[in-house]
């Protein structure tokens, strides 16, 4: 009878020290998974300040060297936006330059300065290279640059901007930056020559790694091409697939509306991104 109470008290023992073993598996797991949802979410709100910067820094070049268009009606650019523009021959500079804080047109707020400089036409390209000084985006700091090679029309008859970008991005009130490095293709696919920007539409493709100072890391490749209306300071569309530690998910821009949410799928589950501050 002792020896069954003993051999009973051990089975009790080892089920009881699996189980804990399994849940502190368990809650570990839920842990890496969090954190990776965390950083990936700041990711995408990475990806949609770069994304309405570039946006913002070509509609600038387009409104300016493009033109000015005779019918231009309707400016991104309202009166606390100061322009300074210097030409050298074929090419120049062009300083927007947002003082302490603007709001543009589309909503977005920014301030600081974005830096251009651009050369001649040659077959039908040119080359811009851009920088950013003290510059903000909806309160979120943005560092770097890069070259813009500009193809006057491409082979749908659009223009078309190819990125090579380096571009830091820090969050308000936290320590954390993300650098997003890669290759960002941006077709002009509705509004050109129309006079506003009102009814700009650009599909953006590529590809692109995203670092974090805390060491996450992050690649990313468009697979349906990413939607940005300038009328909406945020991406309305498209979808990016994503990796990261050893995971594979998606984050889904929606339908087309313009409004703040993405959605990441992550290890099979669906998570809501609050895109801004």
Known sequence: MKRIESRIATVLCATIVLFFMS??????????????????????KADDVVEGTLNILENGFSENVDGPNPFTSVSLFPNCTTITIITNGNGGTIVLDFGETCTLNNGAVVSGKINLAYGPIISGTRTINYSFEDYT????????????FREISNENGNPQSTVNE??????PNATLTATRVGLRI??????FGSGSWVDNVYEITGNWETTFSN??????????????????????????????????GIIDWGNGSCDNMATLTLNGIEYPIILGN
């Open 215 to 248: 060491g996450f890391y992050r690649t990313g490749e468009v697979t349906q091409a990413l939607v940005l209306k300038l009328n909406c300071m945020y991406l309305v569309s498209g979808i990016l697939q994503v990796e990261q530690q050893n995971l594979t």
């Open 23 to 44: 849940c502190d598996v368990k809650d570990e797991g839920e842990t890496v998974l969090s954190l990776n949802t965390e950083d990936a979410t700041s990711a995408a």
């Open 186 to 191: 941006s077709e002009w696919t509705e509004g």
């Open 166 to 171: 380096s571009i830091v991005v820090s969050f």
């Open 137 to 148: 985006y909806n309160g979120n700091g943005v560092e770097g640059g890069g070259e813009i």
